[in-house]
Every structure is written in structure tokens, then in C-alpha cells.
T-cell receptor
Framework: DQQVKQNSPSLSVQEGRISILNCDYT??????FLWYKKYPAEGPTFLIS?????DKNEDGRFTVFLNKSAKHLSLHIVPSQPGDSAVYFC??????????????FGKGTHLIIQP | DSGVTQTPKHLITATGQRVTLRCSPR?????VYWYQQSLDQGLQFLIQ???????AKGNILERFSAQQFPDLHSELNLSSLELGDSALYFC?????????????FGPGTRLTVL
């Protein structure tokens, strides 16, 4: 049973345009959400996070939106650059285990930025 | 470079064998997490150690075990290996014991079971 779902395995966007990556979750105990970026032959690197008490968090070109009622979050990248081509993982964690449950990841979306 | 090191980078072994994967966390980090990334399952949390003690367990099989040593490095032991254990194994570290802390991932160990 997948608790974090990324329904688009891949996404192709033109350079300079907005990239929107989506993520859905099912576990109501999740209260902290993260996006990680992964290049081939490297481990995932943290990109941006959002707590469930907020609905938006911005960091430079990256913005994460959280819709708790829909159990949905999205990552917006504006403008998209060639170096953004990577696999993006949505992850979540919650307080059910005192915040010590590890991260639950989606299967990832491969973002390809076209020149 | 995240500061987390994992050895070996690649490991090829046969079914039924046992292997040990090693992880050194970032300097000052007390928590070590292990994750498995397989083609069909994505990244799955296996187990967490904090300052030498087991802190949380995820989808870790009984054939797998881990420990964290006094110098805070960690080892993941995989025994009675099966073809389905072929995967990328990532280690991550964080300062605190909570998964709300930012986790820094190593480059992974690719395990191939033949």
C-alpha cells in the first residue's frame, strides 16, 4: 500500500517554463513533507520542505504548495533550467512514532528540461 | 558531496550469501538511516539508529540486520540473499533522532545478487 504517490513517472518541460511536479499522500498522520532531487549515481539531496501548518513554502526558484484537505502537494520550479533535469522524490513523515519513523518516499518523477 | 560515505560502491554476490554494507555519517551526526531502492518499490525506509541504539524500524526483512558502533559508523548485514534483494542501498545521516531533521544521503551501494 503506497502511502505517498507520484503518478507521473516522467515530465518534459521546456527551458524557462514552469515545471510542476505532483504528489499525493494517504496517511493522515503525515505532518511534514519534503522534496528530494536525485542525479544518476548520486544519493538524493534535500530540496525544500513544508510543515502541515503551512500551505506554501518558497526558496528561490522552488515553491512547494500543500493542500491538506486534498492530501496533495506540488513542487513548482520557475524558471526551469537544464540543471534541474533529475529525478524528484516526494517524501513525508509524521509524529505517530515521535518523529522517528524514517521518511516515506514516492517512486519519483523524472524531470527532463528541454533546451 | 554530502559528507556521508558508503562502501563498497558495488557488490556482486550469489544467492544464499551474506554481505555487509558500511556507512560513515557526516561529522557530528548521531542518526543513521538505511533505505533500499529497488526498481518496483522506490525508496523504502529500512531502519534507523540514533547514538548507537535502534530508534525506528521500517520494512526491514528478518534476514537483514544493522548496528551502529561507538564511532557512529553503521553496518547493514544482509543474509540468505535472494535475487529480489538486488537494489541500491542508501544510508543517510542527520544530527538529531527525529525524521524532521534534514537527512543527508550517501551515494549508495549497488547490490547485485546472481
Amino acid at each position: 500500500d503506497q502511502q505517498v504517490k507520484q503518478n507521473s513517472p516522467s515530465l518534459s518541460v521546456q527551458e524557462g517554463r514552469i515545471s510542476i511536479l505532483n504528489c499525493d499522500y494517504t496517511n493522515s498522520m503525515f505532518d511534514y513533507f519534503l522534496w528530494y532531487k536525485k542525479y544518476p549515481a548520486e544519493g538524493p539531496t534535500f530540496l525544500i520542505s513544508i510543515s502541515s501548518i503551512k500551505d506554501k513554502n518558497e526558496d528561490g526558484r522552488f515553491t512547494v504548495f500543500l493542500n491538506k484537505s486534498a492530501k496533495h502537494l506540488s513542487l513548482h520550479i520557475v524558471p526551469s533550467q537544464p540543471g534541474d533535469s533529475a529525478v524528484y522524490f516526494c517524501a513525508a513523515t509524521g509524529s505517530s512514532g515521535g518523529g522517528a519513523d524514517g521518511l516515506t518516499f514516492g517512486k519519483g518523477t523524472h524531470l527532463i528540461i528541454q533546451p | 558531496d554530502s559528507g556521508v560515505t558508503q562502501t563498497p560502491k558495488h557488490l556482486i554476490t550469489a544467492t544464499g550469501q551474506r554481505v555487509t554494507l558500511r556507512c560513515s555519517p557526516r561529522s557530528g551526526d548521531l542518526s543513521v538511516y538505511w533505505y533500499q531502492q529497488s526498481l518496483d518499490q522506490g525508496l523504502q525506509f529500512l531502519i534507523q539508529y540514533y547514538n548507537g541504539e535502534e530508534r525506528a524500524k521500517g520494512n526491514i526483512l528478518e534476514r537483514f540486520s544493522a548496528q551502529q558502533f561507538p564511532d557512529l559508523h553503521s553496518e547493514l548485514n544482509l543474509s540468505s540473499l535472494e535475487l529480489g534483494d538486488s537494489a541500491l542501498y542508501f544510508c543517510a545521516s542527520s544530527k538529531g533522532g527525529s525524521s524532521y531533521n534534514e537527512q543527508f544521503f550517501g551515494p549508495g551501494t549497488r547490490l547485485t545478487v546472481l
